[in-house]
């Protein structure tokens, strides 16, 4: 069988099974009362939030460009990629904004995944520090729920160290790594793709440090951007559905969250996965667990709301675009 079809019925699987499992606890009224009890308000102002986090990711991918993609190209390509992205199983549709990026713009592929990595480097290094942070803010946890949430701040934070020593040290640092594999004559499959797969983001570092540092800071500037208007999305939505949290309380929790969307396999469109993470999270900090899955649900599917209006105008801008407005556009 092949890979595609085997990530195709994983996703169905896991899909029917965790969404069987969190159902099970909550009554279907749970999520409906929660929808339907939602001041308009504060959709509007989160939808307007959401189109502002759309802008900081689409600003990010104008400066690691070096601004060879206009802003407004770059928002409608931003805005389908994202919605593929959240309904293809197993992230899989980060490949559109490659393909997007290519078939629009004419850029190598290189360039494309070159951007890719880094602006998800760049997320995973912000979403570490910020639990992090939020981490060390809250008090009276359970003491099994604070092993757990120490042994996760403490692997992204040993992520973010990997990827300050490759951004300084790349060739360097994968010189010294083959050369031990080397020593101890280390030779699989699985350490032939690590080899290759750090290749890549030193290749990806390297490429981007030739537009100067300050790309650099920029990029990382605008990530904490995105990740803290992100949480400030959830906070707000949260106050939505009557559940009142600290700031750093949803980040701390809504990390659970974040953590399921980059596992290699998915419920199809992130269902039953984020909103296991998302229940363990908000238990942990005091919600009961119907309030934590039914807001979970309730959750995701304002988001699946915000991502598909704003994919669908994306779509249209881009077929409906003219060629040659769109040459004048890019330098």
């Known amino acids: 069988m092949k890979r595609e079809s085997i990530a195709k019925i994983s996703a169905v699987g896991i899909t029917v099974v965790l969404v069987t499992i ?29 189109i502002g986090i759309y802008s900081l990711r689409a600003l990010r ?8 993609v206009s802003l407004q190209d770059l928002f409608n390509i931003v805005c389908v990629h994202n ?26 592929t290189g360039d494309g995944i070159a951007t890719l990595f880094i602006v998800r480097l ?39 160290i990997f990827v300050i020593v490759l951004l300084y040290t790349g060739k360097s640092f994968l010189n010294v790594v083959k050369k031990f594999f080397g020593m101890i004559n280390l030779k699989m499959s699985f350490v032939d793709y690590l080899l290759r797969k750090m ?23 605008i990530s904490f951007g995105i990740w803290l208007s992100l949480y400030l999305l959830s906070y707000i939505l949260l106050k939505a559905m009557n559940i009142d949290l600290g ?47 039914s807001s979970g649900f309730g959750y995701h599917v304002i988001i699946w709301v915000y991502f598909l209006v704003l994919g669908c105008y994306g779509f249209l801008a881009v077929k409906s675009e003219d060629p040659t407005k769109r040459l004048s556009r890019n330098p």
Do not use: C
């Not at 290749?199 to 500037?221: D, L, Q």
């Open 22 to 50: 969190l159902l099970s606890q909550i009554q279907i009224s749970d999520i409906t009362a929660t929808l339907t009890g939602i001041d308009p308000v504060y959709l509007i102002a989160g939808f307007v939030l959401y």
């Open 199 to 221: 290749g890549e983001v030193v290749r990806s570092f390297e490429k981007i440090k030739t537009n100067g540092e300050v790309v650099i800071i920029a990029s990382i500037i």
């Open 247 to 293: 700031y750093f309380a949803v980040v701390l929790a809504s990390t659970f969250a974040v953590l399921t969307m980059i596992l290699p396999i998915q419920g199809i469109g992130g269902f039953g996965t984020l909103e296991s993470g998302w229940a363990i999270g908000f238990v942990a900090i005091g919600l009961t667990r119907e309030v934590a899955i």
């Open 61 to 68: 991918f104008y400066i690691l460009l070096n601004r060879e």
């Open 83 to 108: 919605m593929v992205n959240n309904i293809l199983p197993a992230r899989t549709g980060e490949l559109s904004y490659i393909y997007l990026l290519k078939k629009l713009h004419n850029k190598d």
């Open 122 to 160: 760049f997320d995973l290094t912000t979403l570490s520090l910020l639990f992090f942070i939020s981490a060390s803010m809250i008090r009276d946890l359970p003491e099994i729920i604070m092993m757990a949430v120490w042994g996760i701040a403490a692997f992204l934070m040993s992520i973010v």
